[in-house]
């Protein structure tokens, strides 16, 4: 059986690799998720953040007193239903 | 990285821990230059060095930049060997949209110049641009120039890599250490107060991007840059199909495929709140999407997953702010890259170092003085993007 702990599930970040980054001193939350990507995918670190965060004060690292900056859109939204929502005074210089 | 108690006193103290700041420590350490401190308020990556869209290319408008980036271009192929990181760097070329004949004369007349510098630039027709993107609509587009030697890096490893390595010839770094004044007696610097105490310094690189007219303030030196929010953002992964970074300096659309799959990318907008601001907004959003699904319709149905944005630093001449400052002399410049920063940090650190400790390359220290704007001395660049 496998020993990897998956934590970060959108983008594959393992427990190790978390584990990995704190110890070379990535010790606050913003620059573990720069070092690891856990939090930049589909999710945007809905399901993860907050692990991630439990992890980092057990290891010693600097406790978070905010989430990561969330980004938007809230959700995944398609490139044309965005096209549709430009302003009518934007013109597009050539 | 912060638990270390800072030295007493500095040769050389950097503020900023961007890819511009660590780049000049690490090549002053390379170069033997000794007790340099690198400071920065935040944490690695937190600025503009982070928050980029990793474009690194030779095609410009004047001959001092194409020169640079073909230098930082050859340095950024040995980083992951020299520096034992991965920075996922690729080589897929740069292609640059007119879609007016007015562009079009723009980037011809700058491709000769990049020709006669060694670089293999060359103008398409749509035909040519459709052969090499297929995807792409070249219904409004009049013809093109493309650098198939330009690349795309992952930013942060950049950033990783210099400061490992500049820590490990001895550099000391402090991130999460605000600057909060700075100590002079007469007209030099003599030393930077921090929220963690005070260092004696015999100089001062103010390397802190868009912060650094806050920073040269403290000691009454008022820079002409200010700061820009620059919006990007990235999508679903997609399978690999598009090769070259895409450029259009009508709209300053640009995007590109990143080495994860998502197409990450950015487009001018003015209309952003002053000063230094790293918001989103849904405007950028619906503007880039206008723009991208124009260029390339086939990624209407394409989601975005994340935006963000990062601050440039803008001069009113689009040239950087190189070299000491005359009212100052121990306070040196390395700021106003225009957004362009990342790309030029490999090169503009190495010259740095060898310009402090060996006095070379004198012309380019003089033209992209901060003198030229007592003197009026402007210059020029029309290759901006974004």
Redesign the interface.
Known sequence: MSNKVLICRCEDVLLDELEEAIAK????L??VK??TGFG???C?GKQCTALVARLLVSRGGVAPALPI?P???FH????????G???DD?E??? | MSARPLPEDARTVVVGAGIMGLSIAYNLARFGAERVLVLDGGYLCGGASGRNGGGVRAQWSSETNIRLMRRSIALCDEFATKMRINVWFRRSGYLFLARSDERARQLEASCALQNEHGLSTRILDPTGIKKLVPQLDVSRVVAASHNPDDGVVFPWPFVWGYAREAQRLGVELHTHTRVLDLETEGERITGVVTDRGRVRAERVICAAGAWSPELTRKVGVELPSRPHRHEICSTEPLKPFLEPFVGDLGTGLYFSQSMRGEIVGGISNEHVPEGLDQASSLRFLALYARSLTRAMPILGGVRVLRQWSGCYDLTPDGNPLVGPVDEVPNLYLASGFMGHGFMMAPIMGELYARHLLFGEEPELFERWNLRRYAQGNLLSETMILG
Do not use: M, V
């Open positions: 001193g990535h010790d606050d913003e620059s720069r070092y930049t995918g589909w945007q900056t980004r938007p859109p995944p939204i398609p490139l044309a239903d965005l096209a929502l430009c302003p934007a597009e210089p050539a």
